[in-house]
């Protein structure tokens, strides 16, 4: 990485910059190795520079909160960009329609339409992490996603240039999107309703309740470990395979709530692994049905370095 050394050197950058970065306290899952180069940029044109200097064959994630993934034991090669807090310019336009950029905590999301009478916004509430990773997973959750509220996204290519999707260019479907590892969502274009602030606190309040009830809190977790199939859902199959509390190491599988892997407090990121394949492989011997990974996995495994 001694080409990014150099351009630091040269100031080109506004951002900060990091080398063999560990990224352990950063997930909520509270495991993982090291980045080899970290950057966090200053905003959406320090970025594009720095994009515009890293070679077209050099590795790049892009993450905004780490709310979603499992950073392998091995870490992560190439260039790890970090989406910071400051990428949250909001700007609510005529017709209901609110910009948001992809820094902003999918609650808080939720809040400001709140606040601005917007409905359909409610379902974020219950979604962690920040709206960017959100548009890129078509996050979703009691009957609602991403898909059904955005109309524009605005997203940095990997040369630095700036190209928009509109909807049906984001080619949505459960949990995926068109976003590839290496383009960096910048803001996004909402489409809200008018309503009654009353009736939006009520759905809030009802995501809010529903998830404190049924989801693991103040535990490091990741968030749903694997993709609902169809007509199931997957803690459903989990349970009746009977891996309820199951652990493996330091991770375990929630007795709340079957499709959240919990840390216990000294789980390796290979714990969570072998945990999940684990789980693939009963359920899929016990129902015939083969679960898919919705927390994405990411870098080398100690045993491949």
Sequence with gaps: MSEFH????????????FFDKSLENLTWLKVGGKASCLYIPKNREDLAVFLKQIDSKTRINVFGRLSNVLIRDGGISGVTILIPPSFSEIEIHKNNKITI??????KNVSKFAFDNDLGGFEFLSGIPGNIGGAIAMNAGCYGSEIKDIVEEVLILERDGELKSYNNEEMHFSYRNSVVETDQVIIEATFQGKHENKS?????????IS????????????GGSTFKNPKEIKAWELINSSGLSGYKIGGAMISPIHNNFFVNTGNASAKDFEKLGEFVIHEVEKYHGIRLEWEIHLIGDSIDEI
């Design 6 to 17: 150099n351009l630091m050197d040269n100031n080109l950058f506004r951002g900060r910059i």
């Design 101 to 106: 950029g992809s820094g902003l905590l999918d």
């Design 199 to 207: 009736s939006i606190k009520e759905k809030i309040d009802a995501v």
């Design 210 to 221: 529903s998830k404190e009830e049924s989801q693991p809190s103040k535990v490091a977790t």
